[in-house]
């Protein structure tokens, strides 16, 4: 079993930017993000395969965000910059077995997941 911590979630105004980590307690495959608002589902941010260090990006966060890992720590980070209102959500921490794109980027393809982060960008 692996345990997954973020950190790093708060209120920014929009244009701002923030760092959200995750640490592992173990290694897994990948590891990635999603976010959700209430009523919504979950939605693929970015992900990263520990094996060939590839990341993957949504089209809504690419060229914002960046996804950063230290594979001796266990722990992920994701650069987030000119935040936009509509990426206030919780963000969540994943961590995966697999490492296809196919699969990582969806919710079912994790095996652990983090209790979440709050981000907040107001205008």
């Known amino acids: 079993q692996v345990q997954l911590v973020e950190s790093g979630g708060g209120v920014v105004q929009s244009g701002g930017s923030l760092r959200l980590s995750c640490s592992a307690s173990g290694h897994t495959s990948s590891m990635g993000w999603f976010r959700q608002v209430p009523g919504k589902e979950r939605e693929f941010v970015g992900a990263l395969s520990w094996s060939t260090s590839r990341t993957y990006y949504s089209d809504s966060v690419q060229g914002r965000f960046t996804l950063s890992g230290d594979y001796d720590r266990h722990t992920l980070y994701l650069q987030m910059n000119n935040l936009k209102t509509e990426d206030s959500a919780v963000y969540y921490c994943?961590?995966?077995?697999?490492?296809?794109?196919?699969?990582?980027?969806?919710?079912?393809?994790?095996?652990?997941w983090g209790q979440g982060t709050q981000v907040t960008v107001s205008s």
């Open positions: 994943a961590a995966s077995h697999n490492d296809g794109i196919l699969v990582i980027s969806l919710p079912a393809g994790y095996n652990y």
